[in-house]
C-alpha cells in the first residue's frame, strides 16, 4: 500500500476536513430528519380545516419580516441608496448654489457638459 497523494490545494490538500462530516453526509442526514418530522405529522390526528382566528397582537409589520431575520430586505437597501442618490445629486446642490447649480451638475452628470454648456473631456 503506497501513499496515496495529497492534493496541493483546495479541501484535502491540508486536512480541512478532517473530523468534519462530508457535505453529502450532511445534507443526507437532514433529508432523513425532514422526512421523519413529515412522517411524525402526517401520523398526528388531523385538526378541523378552519383557519385560526388572527391574534389581535399580530400586526402587518410583524409579519412581513424578512428572511434574513431583520425587519429591513433588499429593497430598503435600494430605497436608501436612491435617497442618497437623490439627495447628492439633486438637493445639496440647490442648498447649495440654488437651482442654478442643480442645473449645473445634472447637465455634467448625464449630458457631460460643463456649466456653460461646453462638452467636457
Known amino acids: 500500500m503506497g501513499d496515496v497523494p495529497q492534493p496541493r490545494f483546495g479541501p484535502g490538500s491540508r486536512g480541512v476536513n478532517k473530523g ?6 450532511e445534507l443526507a442526514r437532514r433529508a ?3 422526512d421523519k418530522a413529515k412522517e411524525a405529522e402526517s401520523a398526528q390526528p388531523s385538526e378541523p380545516a378552519t383557519p385560526p382566528a388572527s391574534s389581535p397582537k399580530e400586526t402587518p409589520s410583524s409579519s412581513s419580516d424578512s428572511r434574513f431575520g ?3 430586505g433588499v429593497s430598503d437597501a435600494g430605497g436608501a441608496v436612491l435617497a442618497l442618490v437623490f439627495w447628492s445629486w439633486v438637493v445639496l ?3 447649495q448654489g440654488g437651482p442654478e447649480r442643480m442645473k449645473n451638475t445634472l447637465r455634467a452628470k448625464f449630458f457631460n457638459k460643463g456649466p ?6
Open 70 to 72: 431583520g425587519k429591513f
Open 93 to 95: 446642490p440647490i442648498l
Open 20 to 25: 468534519r462530516p462530508k457535505a453529502a453526509d
Open 32 to 34: 432523513a430528519e425532514r
Open 116 to 121: 456653460k454648456g461646453e462638452w467636457l473631456p
